[in-house]
């Protein structure tokens, strides 16, 4: 089945600097990948679709400059979270279309940490 | 707006008993709901699927019913197992071609007790 492989599953950084996320499509091609976030206790919140060899779309109140995506290729799209700050931690997801039953495929998230 | 609604409040049943999820959603037309499950500190995992012009769907353990009038699924775990405790989302989902993003509720959190 589709795979999504989501690096690193948790990271600590020190307020001020940039983290990257990557998010890697295993089997399949992914041309669209979606990142969202998700704070303790809530749902999952879209942040922007990836498109791979295009600019991202951000949904309302995410700031693109902060939250850098790109998507060079069909496998591979990363989230860098620049300048980070204590209020930036959380869960962020990276989720993908399989190729069957219109399931998506998501990664296994990784805690991010801004002390 | 569009709304989906899962109940917040923690379900928790005895192992064997079935469980029941709802999802409802407001200012919505489906053509499909999904399912999944997540663990603590997981991404979501895909479950099942059903169409608008399916009335039931079962995969194992599991059942899922949509009912397009009430605007309701529901999301049945019989025979439950404490490995089933998780918390379970509902989005439902217009046709589309993979490049529109999943909208989750809120999930319910299910606790299996031994």
């Known amino acids: 089945g589709a795979v999504v492989s989501q690096h690193p599953s948790w990271v600590i950084c020190k307020s001020g600097t940039s983290v990257k996320i990557e998010c890697r499509s295993l089997d399949f091609q992914a041309t669209t990948m979606f990142w969202y976030r998700q704070f303790p206790k809530q749902s999952l919140m879209l942040m922007a679709t990836?498109?791979?060899?295009?600019?991202?779309?951000?949904e309302q109140g995410v700031e693109k400059d902060k939250f850098l995506i790109n998507h060079a290729s069909l496998t591979l799209s990363t989230l860098t979270v620049t300048s980070a700050h204590p209020e930036d931690s959380s869960f962020y997801i990276c989720?993908?279309?399989?190729?069957?039953?219109?399931?998506?495929?998501f990664g296994s998230g990784t805690r991010l940490t801004v002390v | 707006s569009q709304k989906i609604e899962q109940n917040s409040e923690a379900l928790n049943i005895q192992e064997g008993k079935t469980a029941t999820l709802t999802c409802n959603y407001t200012?919505?037309?489906?053509?499909?709901l999904q399912w999944y499950r997540q663990d603590p500190g997981r991404g979501p995992v895909f479950l099942l699927l059903?169409?608008?012009?399916?009335k039931e769907k079962r995969k194992e353990r599991l059942k899922v019913t949509f009912d397009t009038t009430l605007k309701q699924s529901l999301f049945h775990i019989t025979a439950s197992q404490p490995a089933d405790s998780a918390t379970y989302l509902c989005?439902?989902?217009?046709?589309?071609?993979?490049?529109?993003?999943?909208?989750f509720g809120s999930g319910t959190r299910l606790q299996v007790q031994p």
């Open positions: 200012n919505y037309s489906p053509a499909y």
């Open positions: 990836s498109n791979e060899g295009s600019k991202a779309t951000y």
């Open positions: 989720s993908a279309r399989g190729q069957t039953n219109y399931g998506y495929t």
């Open positions: 059903i169409r608008e012009n399916e």
């Open positions: 989005a439902p989902a217009t046709m589309d071609t993979g490049r529109r993003a999943l909208t």
